[in-house]
């Protein structure tokens, strides 16, 4: 599905196809790999509170293995786009970027889901550089983030479709932090916090 919403996204680029692949990266890819001995999960049963089987190094060497190893090559794939001097930041993942064509360096730092926020560091190899940086406009928004500038608070440029614009001339060592305010749901299924879903199971 995500090579799907991958090829979705090229065609006709849109934040839905961005928000899904977000909530499948966290929730689904992220947590198809045991965190401690690092073993594959057979499936995802999406049965609520079900349990889930990882494979052992000596006993359990399924085909799934195979290709949940081949999963978590996707953590870089979709978090950056460009198009002429467009800079597109699809997800928010700590990550660096060599953007050989406008000469620029994008280093991007975050605890994300764990913190509201994350920081950009720009780094043209001439100064005053000028290209739009579009940073996505997430489904899970509440509001206009903050944008901080080399500690100033800096407003928006302009919105376009499903991302926030700041088209300028950059200087060399910049630091972007746009701050989040995401939106709380919770139903009788599931809590949702930004794009993290939390599984209940209901009690008799």
């Keep these: 599905m995500l090579r799907l919403t991958k090829m979705l996204h090229q065609t006709d680029p849109k934040g839905k196809y961005l ?17 401690e001995n690092g073993g594959f999960v057979y499936f995802t049963q999406i049965r609520p509170g079900h349990y889930r ?10 085909c799934c293995v195979g290709s949940g190893m081949e ?35 994008i280093v991007q730092e975050n ?8 920081t950009l560091h720009i780094h043209p190899k001439k100064n005053g550089k000028k290209f739009a940086l579009h940073v996505r406009k997430p489904a899970w928004l509440s509001e206009k ?7 100033k608070i800096y407003k928006i440029d302009r919105i376009e479709g499903d991302f926030f614009t700041i ?3 950059w200087k060399k060592v910049i630091k972007s932090l746009f701050s989040f ?13 930004n ?9 008799y």
């Design 19 to 35: 928000d899904y692949y977000e909530r499948s990266l966290y929730n689904h890819i992220l947590s198809s790999q045991h965190p």
């Design 195 to 203: 794009t993290i879903v939390y599984s209940m199971v209901q009690l």
């Design 71 to 105: 999963n978590h090559s996707k953590y870089g794939e979709m978090i950056y786009a460009y198009q002429g001097n467009h800079l597109y930041i699809n997800l928010f993942i700590p990550s660096r970027l060599n953007w050989r064509d406008q000469e620029v360096e």
């Design 167 to 169: 088209d300028r001339e």
């Design 181 to 193: 305010l995401w939106v709380y749901i919770q139903n009788s299924y599931q809590i949702k916090v």
């Design 111 to 118: 605890n994300f889901p764990e913190q509201a926020s994350t």
């Design 145 to 151: 983030p903050s944008i901080r500038i080399n500690g």
């Design 53 to 62: 089987v990882y494979s052992q190094p000596h006993t359990s060497m399924w």
